[in-house]
């Protein structure tokens, strides 16, 4: 019987958790928190920042690429609409969220 004894832990208390052990757990989630963080969402609210401020400094006269690949010099500008000259007498309307970056600002 000792066998059955031993495969059955003996008889102590049996099944318990090691002292420390839901610590650890804290210890590992917040490690795993702190990893995404820094690695994951920290990144992209740096970006959504940038890609804000570049769309509220868009101006008369800058070149701009669109998400699509569309490039052209924005020749009017509303607060949603975004008219862009892509070559002479062509000009596309494209959503302001739909600029993607600035080639070139315009010069003064």
């Known amino acids: 019987m000792t066998g059955i004894a031993y495969a059955m832990g003996a008889g102590g208390a049996g099944g318990g958790a090691a002292p420390g052990g839901d610590l650890n757990f804290i210890i590992v989630m917040v490690a795993i928190f702190a990893i995404f963080y820094f690695l994951l969402i920290r990144p992209q609210q740096k970006k959504q920042k ?18 699509g690949g569309l490039h052209g010099k924005i020749a009017a500008i509303t607060e949603q609409i975004v008219t862009l000259e892509v070559a002479d007498k062509v000009k596309v309307k494209v959503s302001r969220t739909h600029i993607s970056g600035v080639i070139q600002k315009a010069t003064p």
Do not use: C, I, W, Y
């Open 50 to 67: 940038e890609t804000k401020a570049m769309l509220s400094n868009l101006a008369h006269g800058d070149t701009v690429v669109t998400v």
